[in-house]
């Protein structure tokens, strides 16, 4: 992004809060705030080091102002940025431009997230689909359904292609002891499963839990002197292309194609380059469109590309090695915890799942139907 400078950021602490069915007394507030302490502790911060507060959450429509509240602070800047769960990506390109420019010295971003408690709906927005309301549409699961359905018609992707990408992150999240399902998984189990919304079942959609998380976000030249290793911020990028899914204009081609370059561009890399990626799997179509959109295979090979276990554990490129939105955790917004996930990784800390020799991850959040897309990009100390 115009005005960012490569690698002048570090994420320096990264945490969840407890996740899973959160027991009634603790509300999405409460697990922000949980997040941002053991974030906060993770690099040797205190709280009173903290002078921007970046966050968003669906049950909140002051979120910043809400953990303020909560921790009684009193940061010199903030931002509440909400376009999905893609939001904390574009936070942290937000973090990095106000700490770069002096408007902050330490930045916390944060989420939480009451929906298994009190259910999706519930914890959910309404969305904003007067046009599609005549048809029923089972949101966001058929809008998804229709980029996958358009993806098998168009390219020939089969659905046995898309139940391995559930299969591959199912590998994953049993290397991960915080990891929500920890049954093995097959193809065969994938597309027998409870149909939702053709042509997926449920093990093509992402998981409903409680939970959250946190980072923590300062200058490079303060975070040499901090607890743990930094991830260095070597590019970002986002684009917002539609919000309804009868407006989208290609069920195949999503705004990773242009966040994607922006975020390489910035860090000097190419796709080549990533040792371990990221990807917002609300849906198993996901991870197959940006992994074409990102430049990883070309468009209409992703179905192809993740065949015979190229993603999990063991393949030739590392796809959400957390276990996922599919099988780790997924609070509603999802992109914070694929931001962690990609901290842990670059600094060596992902125990049996860990990425042998990484030194550049890549995060990449998804809000809406589709509708906004942001990347990350993120390095150690070795790519600078």
């Known amino acids: 992004m115009s005005g960012l400078k490569r690698g002048s950021v570090a994420i320096v602490g990264a945490a969840e809060s407890d996740l899973g069915q959160v027991v009634p007394d603790m509300s999405p507030v409460d697990l922000m705030a949980q997040a941002t302490m053991r974030a906060l502790d993770d690099c040797g911060l205190k709280l009173s080091d903290v002078d921007g507060v970046f966050a968003a959450a669906s049950q909140l429509s002051m979120a910043t102002v809400d953990i303020c509240e909560y921790l009684d602070i009193q940061p010199k ?17 937000h973090a990095h431009l106000a700490l770069q420019q002096g408007l902050c010295n330490v930045a916390m971003i944060t989420y939480g997230s009451t929906q298994r408690s009190v259910t999706r709906a519930a914890a959910s927005p309404r969305e904003n689909v007067y046009y599609e309301t005549t048809y029923r549409p089972r949101l966001p699961v058929s809008a998804y359904a229709l980029a996958a359905s358009r993806h098998m018609a168009q390219f020939g992707t089969t659905r046995e292609q898309i139940a391995e990408v559930a299969v591959s992150a199912r590998k994953w999240a049993l290397l991960n002891p915080r990891a929500w ?7 065969e189990g994938v597309i027998n499963a ?22 923590i976000v300062t200058t490079a030249e303060r975070a040499k002197s901090l607890k743990k290793k930094p991830a260095y911020v070597l590019g970002v990028g986002e684009c917002m292309s539609h919000r309804n899914i009868s407006s989208m204009p290609d069920f195949t081609v999503t705004g990773a194609a242009v966040s994607g370059p922006q975020a390489f561009q910035m860090a000097g890399l190419k796709p080549a380059d990533v040792d371990v990626l990221g990807l917002y799997d609300a849906f198993t179509i996901n991870p197959i469109l940006f992994l074409e959109d990102l430049g990883f295979c070309p468009k209409g090979e992703g179905g192809r590309f993740v065949e015979g276990g190229r993603i999990a554990p063991g393949g030739e490129l590392a796809v959400n090695t957390s276990g996922g939105g599919l099988s780790y955790c997924h609070p509603g917004m ?22 042998k020799d990484c030194n550049i991850s890549l995060a990449h959040g998804n809000g809406g139907v589709l509708s906004t897309q942001c990347t990350a990009i993120l390095g150690s100390e070795a790519t600078l």
């Open 77 to 93: 800047y903030q931002d509440s940025t909400r376009i999905g769960g893609s939001a904390f990506m574009s936070l942290l390109a």
């Open 181 to 187: 399902e920890k049954d093995p998984l097959t193809i």
């Open 194 to 215: 409870r149909p939702v919304s053709s042509p997926f079942t449920v093990r093509d959609c992402c998981l409903v839990n409680d939970g959250g998380g946190a980072i």
């Open 334 to 355: 999802y992109g914070l915890m694929i931001l962690i996930e990609q901290v842990r990784q670059v600094r060596g800390e992902a125990g049996k799942r860990q990425v």
